[in-house]
């Protein structure tokens, strides 16, 4: 069963998907090698996640189930006033077969870029099509103004 791993490094983000046998019973806060997920030389920490049905997973809730709870405020909860508290399901701390999405941080880079630079054109190349696109429309205003 495949599973989305969202990493956060710097400011962006990258989803891959993964099968969920190797990362199977760690919790919200354990690190974990990126040998584990074809990315060798990182280290990662997992920080959250979803269920398949689309229920936050809680560092504070022990399982793997999901739970309603008494929440004031936290991961899963939209604040509506203040000291309200509301009875709401959510996920589990620990990754198991129904879990859809993790998100982890990068704790540790390895060799390969995480992310890739995208590729600029040269700016010559950009300038000979400025060109190229001016000069065929300049010719074309002189001949409509000859005739």
Known sequence: MAIKIVIGHK??????????????????G????G??????????????????????MR??????????????KGVGLRKKAKGLKQRKTVAG????????AINVKVL???KTPLFEEPKEESKESNENKDE????????????????
Do not use: C, H, W
């Not at 190229?132 to 005739?147: H, L, P």
């Open 11 to 28: 400011g962006k983000s990258k989803t891959v998907e993964f099968d969920v046998k190797p990362l199977l019973g760690k919790k919200i």
């Open 30 to 33: 354990d690190t974990f090698k």
């Open 35 to 56: 040998e584990l997920i074809d990315m060798p030389g990182y280290e990662f920490e997992i920080t959250g996640g979803s269920d398949n049905a689309g229920f936050a």
């Open 59 to 72: 560092k504070d809730v022990e399982g793997s189930s999901r739970k309603k709870i008494l929440a004031v």
């Open 93 to 100: 701390n620990t990754i198991y077969q129904g879990t859809a």
């Open 108 to 110: 540790k880079e390895g």
């Open 132 to 147: 190229s696109s001016g000069n065929e429309n300049s010719e074309e205003k002189v001949e409509v103004a000859a005739q």
